[in-house]
């Protein structure tokens, strides 16, 4: 399954969609069985003789033994997606069908590893296993969006009956190292086996929630369908999973891996955590120092290289730590070079920001740095997530919804990624296109939340009603303050317009925009409203969970 943003409706049922920009999402220890490592992790030992890998498939009536992979442990992925309308958030898209790959990689645990854009938005999910008639119901576990991870589990015992599990090497693979790309992309009913080469490893960006993690790219072919499939070395030793590749219309047989160092961190995340945490990141904006002159200036000697932090997020875990002006020099004790890079291995350099992801929350780190001339170690308690201020998806959140709220007429939203790619497209940032207003795009690339639970509220549109005559045109606009009180979040409106014990609401948007209701007449009209636009409730789950939950503890306080 391809995809670079969130999923639309499909024109038709697992027909491939068209990538955004340059890319598009898609969609060998040894062969063994379950039960040696815990979720299908690879021993340290990698000296094991190779010809015992290539001995471990057994032999079949299709002689396909010779490509030495575990051809059965691959498994199609079918899902039913149901995505929230964004623009209309009490209502959901017509749902759509697709397909993709997934693999099994404990089979006493019972764990197959598939990507995490194949079952976003799922409402049913099941698993087909090759050769085999039957589709059987699958359950999502665990899901890792940075990582386009996910896990799921059939509980059905006759779909493991007999199934061999994939196990993941631990080293990266070096370039030019032969791959085998499998899974059941379109064109076809049955398993596809595409083969090529590593030709780069490099931190690049993951569509599925723009965050940036180390990733393999090869020539071999990865379509539409080969989201999830397993990508085997020489030996049938799995390197990794198929996610996205470059979109045709910017280049030819470019595709991406995810290493199994980054699924290792999602499946440890697990085990560790009882439940995905993320990849960290430290949350500061820096400055390459490839400038002689610039160095100068901020008293680095001739020897010293690093980063220099411009800016720091208010609520991430090292805001207290560093300061603007600060050069990093270090991370754990490696050394970050002018360009930003770190020696990852002999002729190899990445992004210093692979270190970060590498750890987990909760954990310590060192960082070196140059303030004013005089050098600093510095320790870092834990890692802690940075609040975003304008979330990247909502699959993390409790109801996966979009929050809204209904003020007679008046529809409010939180302003999300997804919002704005259902408003204005997903070039909803190019200045070229129909992008969103610019006080929007603004606040999306340069602010940052100030304390936990700080939200941009945006005024949608306006219902047709007699109490909203004259806005009628106004849309897609900041909510500033209500009644001079500066918003915070969605849930702080609600609160002030229940609360509200003045004669007027007044509502305060971008570019000054003021715009009033009478409170009393506000509260009669908005059930109106709802009831005359088909609307069933004023306010998203959560925002009902919270006013309900706040009723009990005001009961509770007075007996």
Sequence with gaps: M???????????????????????????????????????????????????????????????????????????????????????????????????????????????????????????????????????????????WEADCAVLTVENDEFWRDIKAVQLKKKVPHLEEHVLCVGFPVGGDTISVTSG?????????????????????????????????????????????????????????IGYVIPTVVIMHFLNDLLKHGSYTGFPTIGIETQTMENPHLREA????????????????PTCAVATLLQAGDVLLSFDNEPIAND???????????????????????????????????????QLEKLHPEVALVPVHLFNTKHQVPSYLIVAGLVFTTLTVPFLRSEFGEEWECEACASAPIEIVHRVIHQRA??????????????????????????????LDVNGVIVKNLRQVLALVDGCQEEFLRFTLHNNLVLVLKASDARTATPEALEKHGIPSASSPDLEAEASCGVEAQAVEAA
């Excluded at 990698?46 to 498939?57: H, R």
Aim: net charge negative; charged share 25%; hydrophobic share 35%.
């Design 2 to 144: 391809v995809r670079t943003r969130l999923p639309r409706e499909p024109e038709k049922e697992d027909a491939p969609r068209k990538g955004s920009k340059d890319v598009a999402r898609h969609g060998k220890k040894r062969r063994g069985v379950a039960g040696g490592s815990p979720l299908g992790l690879q021993d340290d030992d990698d000296d094991e003789d190779e010809e015992d890998a290539l001995g471990a498939c057994e032999e079949d009536e299709e002689g396909l033994e010779g490509l030495g992979v575990p051809l059965d442990s691959v498994v199609k992925v079918w899902c039913v997606h149901s995505t929230p309308n964004f623009s209309l958030p009490w209502q959901r898209r017509r749902q759509y069908r697709s397909s993709g790959s997934g693999f099994v990689i404990d089979a006493e645990r019972r764990v197959i590893l598939t990507n995490a854009h194949c079952i976003e938005w799922h409402t049913q999910v099941k698993v087909q296993r090759r050769g085999c008639d039957t589709k059987h119901l699958a359950k999502v576990v665990s899901v890792g």
């Design 197 to 253: 080469v590593v030709s780069r490893v490099e931190v690049m960006t993951y569509a599925a929630a723009c965050s940036e993690l180390l990733g393999i790219q090869i020539d071999a072919a990865i379509n539409s369908g080969n989201s999830g499939g397993p990508a085997f070395n020489a030996y049938g030793e799995c390197l990794g999973m198929a996610f996205q590749s470059v979109s045709s219309d910017s280049a030819e047989n």
């Design 298 to 313: 901020f008293g680095m000697s001739p020897t010293q290289k690093g980063l220099l932090v411009n800016r720091i997020a």
């Design 340 to 378: 930003g890079t770190v020696l990852y291995r002999k002729h190899e350099r990445v992004a210093f920001s692979w270190l970060v992801a590498q750890k987990f929350y909760g954990e310590p780190a060192q960082l070196k740095v140059l303030r004013n001339g005089e050098l600093l170690d510095l």
């Design 450 to 479: 100030e304390e936990q639970g700080e939200q941009l509220v945006v005024l949608t549109q306006v219902l047709a009603h007699d109490l909203t005559i004259g806005y009628e045109e106004l849309e897609n606009m900041l909510l």
